[in-house]
């Protein structure tokens, strides 16, 4: 029997197809017992990281010659105890940090030009990612299970979840009503009459 070879390119496709995803009930319990910040960057699937705008300050130089760069994710923060309640921004240690690495060009000392050349988050928070074999989690797996908490918080009926939809859906078009008559006599009264 021959086995034929398998390139890299091939190798990492296979490993990228066989990736093992969390299923639903595992997704619920985490999404219970995280920070909601911590919640709400999984769900973006990104973090707020520092606008390039704000100054580049580098914090080391790698033996290639490559400049590093931080970057706290502002997002998810471990809360302090005296941090005001979510969704409140949190001033305590970052949980991720984005690690930028910069070739910066230059021609006579003078700087002409900083290119990144790659970027990789480096979890300071070892829990951040959720305990190891679940598997991955889907940003739309955690909405759904945040969005399926809440409605649980508000609710356990379809019937009722119908019933306060309608009324929302009353209470919204009888005020569009009554902005339409208001503006209506507004504009009857701002019209000058002729006579």
Wanted: proline share 7%.
């Amino acid at each position: 029997m021959v086995i034929k070879g398998v390139s890299i390119q091939g190798e990492q496709q296979a490993a990228r197809g066989q990736a093992m995803w969390a299923d639903d009930a595992a997704v619920d319990n985490w999404a219970a017992q995280a920070p909601p910040e911590v919640v709400d960057c999984h769900r973006r699937a990104r973090h707020r990281y520092a606008d390039t705008g704000t100054g580049l300050q580098f914090s080391a130089i790698t033996p290639e010659g490559w400049y590093v760069r931080r970057l706290p994710c502002d997002a998810c923060r471990i809360r302090l105890d005296d941090d005001p309640p979510w969704p409140a921004p949190s001033t305590g240690m970052p949980r991720v940090v984005r690690v930028e690495w910069w070739d910066v060009k230059h021609h006579r000392d003078k700087i002409t030009r900083c290119v990144l050349v790659r970027a990789a988050p480096e979890y300071l928070d070892k829990a951040y990612l959720g305990a190891p074999g679940f598997g991955r989690m889907r940003p739309r797996q955690i909405t759904a299970s945040v969005t399926t908490a809440e409605v649980l918080g508000v609710t356990q009926s379809v019937t009722q979840l119908r019933k306060t939809i309608r009324e929302t859906e009353r209470a919204a078009e009888l005020e569009r009503r009554n902005r339409m008559a208001a503006l209506e006599v507004a504009q009857l009264r701002a019209v000058p009459e002729t006579g």
